[in-house]
């Protein structure tokens, strides 16, 4: 039987792997990140995701990682680890994740050169009864929705009970919704820009990269959504954070450069990146700063968030 856990609610904090200049895994500056973000209010992080640089990351890696995180967050926080790459490595992950206090897995999909459903499902499968947690299917942009006939197939194994929806088809989920009620919980993987739109249908969890930089953001979108104050949402979307996400889909390869180097910006260890992605480009980075020291976001400007 899945672990049972607490209810995945609110924002959920994706933190980066900090890198040393080698890129190695710098541990320290994991433990002080995962410390500060939850210090800030944070309920819910999630490691080993796409802002974690799963897939550059080694077994060896990823078990430092969970023993850290563990460590860091204790009964603090609702414990993600993000899960993927073959098979095999995905189900040993699963396994670390578990040892180190996870309530759930972010399972990524796999590439696949013949690409089919009764395989996918059978990945998905073997990973959730090998976990023994709760498991959040990950929809993403370039994976594409996940069918109603893949849903159908795996709507009996009890502990895949989430879906982080990175795709942003809001019809597919109604689609979901009608066939399959409440039995996929859906989370808001477009994070603080669809907050409103996911809200009006009772999505109310939402992930947030920017959170490694600025908690305080995504904690007051969340406080506002619930007293249905959504012109001051708007208003914040508008001003800080749309500008944001602009800057992060500047160039691809920047999803987790662009987090680092506001990390970096604020005063935070962070590191690079690894290959294949890329670090900002200096003109970027410079209307970053700008954008940050707008907001007194800059090391020096006041209290880190």
């Given at each position: 039987m899945p672990r049972?856990?607490?209810?995945?609610?609110?924002?959920?904090?994706?933190?980066?792997?900090?890198?040393?200049?080698?890129?190695?895994?710098?541990?320290?500056?994991?433990?002080?990140?995962?410390?500060?973000?939850?210090?800030?209010?944070?309920?819910?992080?999630?490691?080993?995701?796409?802002?974690?640089?799963?897939?550059?990351?080694?077994?060896s890696e990823y078990e430092r990682i969970c023993a850290v995180a563990g460590e860091a967050a204790g009964s603090r926080a609702y414990l993600v680890f993000g899960v993927g790459q073959s098979w095999r490595t995905a189900r040993a992950q699963s396994v670390l994740a578990r040892e180190a206090g996870a309530h759930a897995v972010l399972c990524i999909a796999p590439y696949m050169g013949d690409e089919n459903e009764p395989g996918l499902a059978d990945y998905y499968r073997g990973v959730a009864e090998h976990s023994g947690l709760s498991v959040i299917l990950y929809q993403t942009r370039w994976s594409g929705v996940l069918s109603l006939s893949l849903l159908e197939r795996l709507a009996d194994v009890e502990n895949i009970r989430m879906v982080k929806d990175e795709n942003g088809n809001l019809s597919h989920y109604l689609q979901v919704r009608r066939k399959f009620g409440d039995r996929f919980r859906w989370i808001n993987g477009m994070a603080e820009p669809f907050v409103p739109s996911y809200w009006s249908l009772g999505i109310e969890t939402?992930?947030?990269?920017?959170?490694?930089?600025?908690?305080?953001?995504?904690?007051?979108?969340?406080?506002?959504?619930?007293?249905g104050r959504f012109s001051e949402v708007n208003a914040i979307l508008d001003d800080i954070v749309i500008p944001m996400y602009e800057l992060r889909n500047r160039r691809p390869g920047?999803?987790?450069?662009?987090?680092?180097?506001?990390?970096?910006?604020?005063?935070?260890?962070?590191g690079g990146v690894r290959p294949p992605l890329i670090p900002m480009e200096a003109a970027d980075r410079e209307d970053l700063r700008s954008l940050m020291g707008r907001h007194g976001l800059l090391r020096g400007q006041g209290e880190l968030p």
């Open positions: 049972t856990s607490p209810e995945l609610v609110g924002p959920i904090g994706f933190p980066v792997t900090p890198w040393k200049s080698d890129l190695s895994l710098d541990e320290g500056a994991l433990f002080a990140h995962a410390g500060r973000m939850l210090d800030a209010g944070l309920e819910a992080l999630c490691f080993c995701g796409s802002n974690g640089e799963q897939h550059a990351l080694d077994l939402f992930t947030s990269g920017l959170a490694c930089f600025m908690p305080q953001v995504p904690l007051r979108i969340r406080d506002l959504a619930r007293q920047y999803k987790v450069s662009m987090i680092k180097a506001g990390m970096s910006l604020a005063g935070m260890d962070a």
